[in-house]
């Protein structure tokens, strides 16, 4: 039976390469990519000499057909991106729907994600997330797009190129409201890494400057409610249990603003009603 390997390979840093990785690109019979001439700085650093075929979202449907047909011979082969997870915004998902309907072994080599790595290191709430990829070209599609997710009240994370990234902030200029939390996390790992923090308006004051470079992450802070979803004698109960299990006061605030997508400011008035 053949194997597809489904690799995660570092997003910039050549030296975020998980030993298994390494293993599995010496053991297979052909890699798979989106850029041979990418990929080759990866194996040429860790002295790996494979095979490569070009896989990517302008492939012809006969590409996926050969690899297929690899596979049903018995083949070992190795999937990669240029960066990240194949087929999260990036080129596999199709070959992987063709796959999985033949008899052919799946395997994953997790690694770097540049949404998850981007969302861990901005500051905004881990706790739920939305990730939509790149956002659509069109100025319109992209502003319908922004429009409906900015109500959500979990972290936004979007792709974005930086030849647009200073149209998408106006448009999110005009939809935010000014004390939103936004986040632009420019090439990840590498030497000129940046991770810009700040309301819409400062952050479109730091990209007039210039059109940056790389790979960008945009995130967005979830929308704060105005109001809680609980009665004040049931908040009291739940930080008095906290503060009874040990918690610092200011920290089960914390929590529970979190928890409840409110401002702090609401828990501390909340919490301090009389009755």
Known sequence: MGILYICATPIGNLEDVSIRLLKTLRSVDLIACEDTRQTIKLLNKYKIKKKMISYHE???????????????????????SDAGMPGISDPGEKLLQKVLSQPVEIEIIPGPSAAISALAISGLDMGAFIFEGFLPRQAGKRKEMLKKNLEESRTLIYYETPHRLLKTLYELQELLDSNRKVVVVRELTKKHQEIIRGNIDEIVERFKEGEPRGEICLLIGGKVSETLPLEKDKLVEEIEELIQQGMDKKEAFKLKARQYKVKKSLIYKYYNIPD
């Open 58 to 80: 302008y492939s012809d449907p006969k590409r996926e057909d050969y690899i297929v047909d690899l596979l049903l011979q018995g083949k070992k082969i190795a999937l990669l």
